[in-house]
């Protein structure tokens, strides 16, 4: 009788700027594939709460108010993909952000065997994410989410949930924050789109549509990848 064959577990890159959507789509993907979904920030917090070499290493460093080394993100990096609920694959989303982390991760996977399934970027148009992100307030006291234009209370002033009548707003959720964070992600984006476009695994994904619509496609996109 013939061994059954191993599945290498998927690597999927979620690209993205502030307010596409990548978070919500992850979620998802992770419901329906068996994915975890990986980011810098979880990763980083988890090795120091476990105290390993490599989570030693980083916490020595954000207490000495520095960058963690890409070395060292890699490292934690390693020992999380080889835990055991990685065995159906990853997402990472918020790394690579660089074609140097870029580089260092597919380093990282060809010495596990594993290979990048896609790149997805999702596909923004940038004055209307300032409109949607620019908008967004919450109520003070349920934390529920409303928008100037798309989602107001259905009596002014007032949640609809909790009857509060106090709001509050991210004070970075302005026009020109999100405008300034919009060019940053561009300008910081572009050679990764590039890097991943030359290795033939990039695939653009319209982020504009609703949230079912995006997460259709998505799920083609991704079921492809991991066949």
Known sequence: MEAAATITPAVLILLGPPGAGKGTQARMLEAEFGLVQLSTGDLLRAAVAAGTEAGKAAKAVMEAGELVSDEIVIAILRDRLAEPDCAKGVILDGFPRTTIQAQALDQLLSETGQKISAAISLEVDDAEMVT????????????????????????????????????????????????????????????????????????????MGNIEEIAGNLKGIVSNAMN
């Open 132 to 207: 949607r992100i620019s908008g967004r307030y919450t109520c003070s006291m349920c934390g529920e989410g409303y928008h100037d234009t798309f989602k107001a209370p259905v009596i002014e002033g007032t949640c609809d949930k909790c009857g509060h009548a106090e709001f509050t707003r991210r004070a970075d959720d302005n026009a020109e924050t999100v405008a300034s964070r919009l060019a940053a992600y561009h300008e910081q984006t572009a050679p990764l789109i590039s890097y991943y476009q030359d290795h033939g695994v990039l695939k653009g994904l319209n982020a």
